[in-house]
């Protein structure tokens, strides 16, 4: 009985840090800046500047990936409208409406939103 008790809760705990291996996971917002260039068509001086927006964005996500649940919707919230702020000030209309969409479809995707 003792044995049977022990292995249901270690299974649950394991379910439990895969749970979170897998949250954390949706969270990692990486992306090849090569092909995210190529897709929206940027600059070489709009690239830099999307590689910086991009990096702190990651961070925050990764802020928002680590935060306690009742926390973690705002931080990524916070996250997503700090960064839609900043590539509306690289992009030229046409490229951030085409970022819109594959970060919206990002988002969905991963069960973000």
Same mark, same amino acid.
Do not use: P, W
């Given at each position: 009985?003792?044995?049977? #008790?022990?292995?249901m809760?270690?299974?649950?705990?394991?379910?439990?840090?895969?749970?979170?291996?897998?949250?954390?996971a949706?969270?990692?917002?990486?992306?090849?800046?090569?092909?995210? &260039?190529?897709?929206?068509?940027?600059?070489t001086?709009?690239?830099?500047?999307?590689?910086? #927006?991009?990096? &702190?964005?990651?961070?925050?996500?990764?802020? &928002?990936?680590?935060a306690?649940?009742?926390?973690?919707e705002?931080?990524?919230?916070?996250?997503?409208?700090?960064?839609?702020?900043?590539?509306?000030? #690289?992009?030229?209309?046409?490229?951030?409406?085409?970022?819109?969409?594959?970060?919206?479809?990002?988002?969905?995707n991963?069960?973000?939103?």
């Amino acid at each position: 009985m003792v044995v049977a #008790i022990f292995t249901m809760t270690t299974s649950f705990a394991e379910n439990e840090n895969n749970n979170a291996v897998n949250n954390v996971a949706a969270y990692d917002m990486t992306v090849n800046m090569r092909k995210l &260039a190529v897709a929206l068509g940027l600059t070489t001086d709009q690239m830099e500047a999307v590689q910086d #927006i991009h990096t &702190a964005f990651c961070n925050e996500m990764m802020l &928002a990936a680590h935060a306690q649940n009742d926390e973690r919707e705002a931080l990524l919230d916070q996250a997503v409208k700090k960064d839609v702020r900043y590539m509306h000030y #690289i992009l030229n209309d046409k490229q951030y409406k085409k970022y819109l969409m594959l970060l919206n479809a990002t988002l969905v995707n991963r069960g973000l939103k």
